[in-house]
């Protein structure tokens, strides 16, 4: 370390240096290892953030969505087009697909299973058979049975949720 007192940096860990001095409300506190000086620390009651996040900040998602539907120019059999990146990449990929490309192929699938093959089947249920209508029929028959039986033993009582 350099012996020059004017460029020395003082080093508050070998000496007797005591943080009460310059704030004597602070007598038993001992600075170290996750224990920061109580000047630094947050007050109470006060924001670490007080001014919070500015107005108008987008987050993640809405960047997303706004950058995935902004409109470009694209060449597709000699024409030029305008689409959404959105678009082009999804072109981009079942072409990649087309030729060859597994990890394009599994890319679609995996886009087609979750977006049109559940879509598809919230919008059309499969209609139920009479054995699964007669189980179900019969189990709710049961339950209401059960839920009959333990309103009268709690004295009319229906306890909800």
């Given at each position: 370390?350099?012996?020059?007192?004017?460029?020395?940096?003082?080093?508050?860990?070998?000496?007797?240096?005591?943080?009460?001095?310059?704030?004597?409300?602070?007598?038993?506190?001992?600075?170290g290892?996750?224990?920061?000086?109580?000047?630094?620390?947050?007050?109470?009651?006060?924001?670490?953030?007080?001014?919070?996040?500015?107005?108008?900040?987008?987050?993640?998602k809405?960047?997303?969505?706004?950058?995935?539907?902004?409109?470009?120019?694209v060449?597709?059999?000699?024409r030029?087009?305008?689409?959404?990146?959105?678009?082009?990449?999804?072109k981009?990929?079942?072409?990649?697909?087309?030729?060859?490309?597994?990890?394009?192929?599994?890319?679609?699938?995996?886009?087609?299973?979750?977006?049109?093959?559940?879509?598809?089947?919230?919008?059309?249920?499969?209609?139920?058979?009479?054995?699964?209508?007669?189980?179900?029929?019969?189990?709710?028959?049961?339950?209401?049975?059960?839920?009959?039986?333990?309103?009268?033993?709690?004295?009319?009582?229906?306890?909800?949720?």
């Open positions: 370390m350099n012996e020059n007192p004017e460029h020395s940096i003082p080093d508050y860990r070998d000496s007797d240096h005591d943080a009460s001095i310059e704030d004597p409300s602070i007598v038993d506190y001992e600075v290892y996750k224990k920061p000086p109580k000047s630094t620390q947050f007050q109470r009651g006060q924001s670490g953030n007080p001014q919070g996040r500015p107005k108008g900040t987008k987050n993640f809405t960047d997303l969505q706004e950058e995935l539907l902004e409109q470009i120019r060449t597709e059999g000699g030029t087009v305008v689409l959404s990146k959105q678009r082009a990449m999804l981009r990929t079942v072409e990649l697909s087309l030729k060859g490309d597994i990890r394009a192929t599994s890319l679609l699938i995996r886009l087609i299973s979750v977006h049109l093959v559940l879509d598809e089947q919230e919008e059309n249920p499969t209609p139920l058979s009479q054995e699964d209508r007669a189980i179900l029929e019969r189990f709710f028959a049961g339950r209401g049975a059960r839920e009959q039986e333990t309103s009268t033993q709690q004295g009319g009582r229906h306890d909800v949720g």
